[in-house]
């Protein structure tokens, strides 16, 4: 068996949470001859359901689980972790502007950044699932002047499945036989879904579909509100298949997904014409080193770059509404 890694989830409590540590514990994330250490973190009120967890975990009697801490002190909960995952965030409360969700997210992030900062190890990497991911990526980064910020990923693998999955419905094939579907920008009803590179089987899916009608209409608009469709029909929004993409995307970081494209929202590098600083979703490959390569130089098409720079309008806003909780960005001459 491998030595432990420290692998800290905020927000343990909570929907996602609670589905997420159970499987990090089985070892389908990081291998199954890789003893881990968890770090829980929650806030004070989160402290008792997070007790309950832990009594589970203990009942689980995971063999590769090789201890538990739960804390509410930032700097502990990160202190030498390898890994963290960002679940939780500030729910929108009733009457609660975006705005003010943004705001007191950003808060949350800029704390969570500043303790990674301190107390991560050197080449630990960061997942932000709690929303407005793309954004509360970027806080955390800025907030984390020692790391770099490809050290800072968002969630888009969840909007990646669910593409696979539909497509693979409509085309009456496998989801396993589906791959290079592309998410891009945000996560949010902005993102663009993009089939123009879809394979099935190896053959290009938009020869097997050969419907672009139904890619327009109907898959684009599904896949960018496929969250609300969970919603409105379990009363509660999308927790076990966020989860096992949070595991999917830190599992491919850790373990490597070949020349698989795995769609991940990560500091844009001026590819694509995208701003610069942007938490933007792009295809990456995962070698299994725990770093990405973007894949670059895809050709675009006018439709796509119509989509593209949609999406990317919505995160420079969303990126100017939390602007004043970003420190130094005075100092960062290229894209602020
Ligand atoms: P939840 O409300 O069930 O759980 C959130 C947990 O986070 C609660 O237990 C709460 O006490 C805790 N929490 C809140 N602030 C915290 C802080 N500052 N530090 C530590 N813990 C804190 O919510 P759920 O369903 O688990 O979702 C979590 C987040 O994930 C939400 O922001 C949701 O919008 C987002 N999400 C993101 C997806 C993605 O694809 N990127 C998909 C689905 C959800």
Not at 211 to 235: H, T
Request: negative net charge; hydrophobic residues 45%.
């Amino acid at each position: 068996l491998l030595p432990p890694l420290k692998v800290a989830v905020t927000g343990a409590a909570g929907q996602i949470g609670y589905a997420l540590v159970m499987r990090i514990a089985s070892g389908e994330m990081l291998g199954k001859d890789q003893l881990i250490d968890l770090n829980l973190i929650e806030t004070e009120a989160g402290m008792s359901p997070l007790r309950g967890v832990m009594m589970e975990l203990e009942d689980g009697a995971f063999p590769l689980l090789s201890s538990v801490t739960a804390t509410s002190d930032l700097n502990k909960g990160f202190g030498d972790i390898n890994y963290a995952m960002l679940v939780g965030a500030s729910p929108r409360g009733p009457g609660m502007e975006r705005s003010d969700l943004m705001a007191a997210n950003a808060k949350i992030f800029a704390e969570q950044g500043k303790a990674l900062n301190t107390s991560a190890a050197v080449n630990a990497k960061v997942l932000v699932v709690g929303n407005p991911a793309n954004t509360n990526a970027l806080v955390a980064s800025e907030n984390a002047p020692d790391m770099w910020e490809e050290q800072f990923i968002a969630m888009t693998r969840l909007d990646q499945s669910r593409a696979q999955a539909l497509l693979a419905e409509k085309a009456g094939a496998d989801v396993k036989d589906v791959d290079r579907v592309i998410i891009w920008g945000n996560h949010s009803a902005s993102q663009y879904p993009d089939l123009s590179h879809a394979r099935i089987g190896g053959k290009w899916a938009k020869s097997i579909v050969k419907d672009d009608k139904w890619i327009k209409d109907e898959f684009i608009p599904r896949v960018q509100k496929r969250g609300a469709e969970v919603i409105s029909a379990r009363g509660a929004s999308s927790a076990a298949s966020a989860a096992s993409a949070a595991l999917d995307t830190v599992r491919d970081l850790h373990l490597g997904s070949g020349d698989a494209w795995q769609s991940n929202a990560v500091v844009s590098d001026g590819g694509y014409g995208i701003h610069k600083g942007l938490w933007y979703s792009v295809p990456t490959i995962c070698k299994g080193d725990s770093h990405f390569r973007r894949v670059q130089r895809l050709p675009i098409d006018d439709f796509s770059a119509k989509m593209m720079t949609a999406t990317e309008k919505e995160l420079i806003e969303e990126r100017d509404a939390v602007r004043h909780l970003l420190p130094g960005h005075e100092s960062k001459p290229v894209s602020w």
